[in-house]
């Protein structure tokens, strides 16, 4: 740990933790690589003033979140989950058939590389993938695209919605409840993006009315998800405890980026995965 005294001689900061002082201790900072993808919790509106350069580590996340996305839905559609808790009763027999992924119609909010490689994914299970963003741009692996207001009239198609939004002022409840009231009756919602952009009491309310068939939540409004929220006790919802990310090969992933970073910042060349501090992301 450095001495305070010391802080005024760094130029770099990678990662970022709650413990540093504030960024007034860092006169000489010019560049924060993160150890994330998302920045909300970082004090973006100081950094802007500063024009310090940030960076993260977008793109090292698309396997496991991918694997995450597949596992959420495999408890549900292969009656896995209901299959565990029954297995902990010493129960035999399940009541609902169950059901497969071809042809099944799924929307991601997000089209970023995390989006491309779940949709990749998605796509060899017989998935028919469609994404939205800003501008509504067509990319890769992707059916089709639409921006934000073209995928609303899309949504009552939709048999399964991946939240993968960052979590910005745009962003935020995101998805409430005309959001939801305009989802397919029984639609499967995986949020992965961040828990800022779902209104959990307005989810909560159309999970109660089985608007919503089956929900998987990896990422919370509030976190960790208090004792005492109604989300616990939902049956038809499966809780992750932030985990779709992780994974032992992380440090690893993001080492490269920050030293293949470093090499530009000391050529001054642009770096990769710089933050537009103003969106957010």
């Given amino acids: 740990m450095l001495a305070v005294s010391d802080y ?8 970022w933790s709650d413990k540093l002082p504030s960024l007034t201790h860092f ?16 004090p973006l509106e100081e950094l802007a003033k500063r024009d310090i350069l940030v960076t993260t580590t977008s793109g090292i996340h698309g396997h496991q979140m991918t694997e995450s ?14 299959s565990i808790l029954k297995q902990e009763k010493h129960e035999w027999g399940i009541v609902n058939t ?14 970023g590389s995390i989006a491309q490689q779940l949709a990749k994914t998605l796509q060899v299970f017989g998935c028919d993938v469609f994404g939205i963003n800003r501008s509504g741009r067509q990319v890769d692996h992707f059916t089709q695209t639409f921006n934000y207001q073209e995928g609303k009239s899309k949504l009552n198609t939709m048999d399964i919605v991946i939240n993968l939004l960052p979590g910005t002022k745009e962003t935020y409840h995101y998805f409430n409840d005309d959001l939801f009231s305009n989802m397919k009756d029984g639609v499967v919602f995986i949020n992965m993006g961040r828990g800022t952009s779902v209104s959990t ?10 608007k919503i068939g ?14 005492d929220s109604e989300l616990w006790n939902l ?9 779709s990310g992780a994974t032992d090969k992380y440090n690893d992933r993001a080492f490269t980026i920050l030293t293949d970073n470093l090499i530009k910042f000391m050529n001054h060349e642009e770096l990769k995965n710089v933050v537009d501090l103003n969106l957010g992301y």
């Fill in 27 to 42: 006169p000489s900072l010019k560049w924060l690589q993160t150890l994330s993808a998302g920045v909300n919790y970082l």
């Fill in 98 to 111: 169950g059901t497969d992924l071809v042809d099944k119609r799924v929307l991601i909010f997000g089209t």
């Fill in 214 to 227: 089956f929900v998987a939540l990896d990422v919370f409004e509030e976190e960790p998800l208090p004792k």
């Fill in 69 to 82: 996305v597949l596992g959420m839905l495999f408890s549900y559609t292969r009656n896995i989950r209901e």
């Fill in 235 to 243: 049956q038809n919802v499966l809780i992750t405890p932030h985990i």
């Fill in 8 to 15: 005024e001689k760094v130029t770099i900061i990678y990662g």
């Fill in 201 to 210: 009491s307005d989810l909560i309310s159309h999970i109660k009315i089985e």
